[in-house]
Structure formats: structure tokens, C-alpha cells
């Protein structure tokens, strides 16, 4: 079933730890077919190294296991809500990369201080909300994604805009197109936010000033606005 989703998401499964995003098992990437409305994910706790594509869990978007021998990723609930609410997203990866994870931990949002950060997300990367106790207590990973959803929407951000958030006392969540799109969109949220971190130590009075928005428009819009110019055709 979807054998070829299976493999791309496998793949980016198991590019996250060479990618230096994870360590031990702290990570986890799904993708969706659309047009039929299915979606695999990691199985719970599995070494990247040791995945193949017939261990990933295929679900439907009621939540239902449609294929697979192994539990999902303990994540699951909060993929679904993500592209249950959100049709553009193709792809979730989520990490607990250090340096993204530095800054959720910190209740900090990254801001966009260079072109860098503005090739890739259009504007600071927020910080999602802490979730109740009862939350927590009725249902964790459902309500995180719940509490990523009134994020963005609270914002008036586009995921594919905007394809990160910091979950308070958490760690990062990435979206894209697709499975591997996520996943890179995962590697540069790691990158600014290392760099976030330089800029703020070398320059403590910058505080959350950031790029001028002309900059900011140019460098996301020239690789994703409907003029953009950059790469190949």
C-alpha cells in the first residue's frame, strides 16, 4: 500500500540521524498521500538505522492503523490534527535538535536577524503555548497539536510560510510539501537558530530586532513567492 510514501518517509526517518538533528530515538517523520487520505509515520521507539519502509504505520485521518505491524510514533495524535487542519501540509518532522530545542525550552521565539533564517521562514518562528493540566491529562499529543493549530491561526501564519514552531517546554515541529521537505525544513530551523543564538551572544542589545522587512520580502519571495526566481525550473 503507498509503497513509494512508505520509502520517502522511511528515508527521512532515517536521514535524521546522520543529519544531527537526533540522538537515541528523540525524532519522528510522517508524510500523507492526499488523494487517498493516508499517512505513515515511525514506528514508536525503532532505531533510524534499523528501519525499512514495511515498518512504517499507515494511518487514515480518522486515526486508524490501516497497515503496519508496529506501534506508531508516540507523536502520532499531534501529525494528525496537523494534517487534518492544514491541507497544504504534505510532511511533519519532529525533533528535539539542540539549539531549536534551547530556544523552546527558553519560551524564546526565534527572530529572523539575516537573510538566512528569511530564505526558509518568512518572519520569527513562534512559540507555542504550554498546555493545560488538563490537557496534559485528557490527551497530550492531541491537544499539542491543537495548541499548534491556535498558534498559527492566532498569527494569521501559512505553514508552508511558516514551516516551524517551538512548542514551550518542548521542542521543534517542522512542516512541507513533503515527508523530506519537512525534514530539511528541520535542518535550517537548526541552523538559525544556532545562528540566532551567536548573534543575540555577540550582540546582547539586539533583543528581537530584525530584518528589514524589504530584506525579509526579497530573500523568502525570490525562493517561494509566485515570481520566485530561485534554482531551476
Known amino acids: 500500500m503507498l509503497e513509494e510514501l512508505k520509502t520517502q518517509v522511511c528515508e527521512a526517518n532515517r536521514a535524521l540521524e546522520p543529519s544531527g538533528l537526533v540522538k537515541l530515538t528523540w525524532g519522528n517523520v510522517s508524510g500523507i498521500d492526499r488523494s487517498s487520505g493516508l ?3 515511525k514506528p514508536s521507539g525503532v532505531d533510524y538505522g534499523a528501519l525499512t519502509p514495511d515498518d512504517m504505520v ?4 480518522s486515526g486508524k492503523v490501516v497497515e503496519g505491524r508496529l506501534n506508531p510514533s508516540s507523536d502520532t ?3 494528525l490534527v496537523l494534517y487534518r487542519e492544514f491541507p497544504e501540509i504534505g ?3 519532529h525533533t528535539h535538535s ?5 530556544f523552546a525550552q527558553a519560551g524564546h521565539d526565534i527572530p529572523c536577524f539575516g537573510t538566512t533564517h528569511a530564505d526558509h521562514f518568512y518572519g520569527t518562528v513562534p512559540i507555542v503555548r504550554a498546555l493545560t493540566p488538563e490537557e496534559v491529562a485528557k490527551d497530550y499529543e492531541h491537544f499539542t497539536g491543537v495548541a499548534i493549530v491556535e498558534r498559527l491561526r492566532e498569527l494569521k ?3 508552508l510560510e511558516m514551516p516551524a514552531v517551538l512548542q514551550l517546554h518542548h521542542a521543534p515541529f517542522t512542516f512541507g510539501k513533503s515527508a523530506m521537505d519537512s525534514l530539511k525544513n528541520s535542518i ?3 541552523m538559525c537558530a544556532q545562528m540566532a543564538l551567536g548573534t543575540l551572544t555577540l550582540n546582547p542589545d539586539l533583543h528581537c530586532e530584525s530584518i528589514p522587512k524589504h530584506l525579509l520580502d526579497k530573500h523568502h519571495l525570490r525562493k517561494h513567492g509566485p515570481d520566485a526566481y530561485y534554482g531551476q525550473k
Open 39 to 41: 499517512w505513515c509515520i
Open 58 to 61: 499507515m494511518l487514515d485521518l
Open 77 to 79: 495524535k499531534t501529525h
Open 91 to 93: 510532511g511533519i518532522t
Open 98 to 102: 539542540p539549539y531549536a530545542t534551547m
Open 157 to 159: 501564519l501559512k505553514p
Open 188 to 190: 535550517a530551523l537548526e
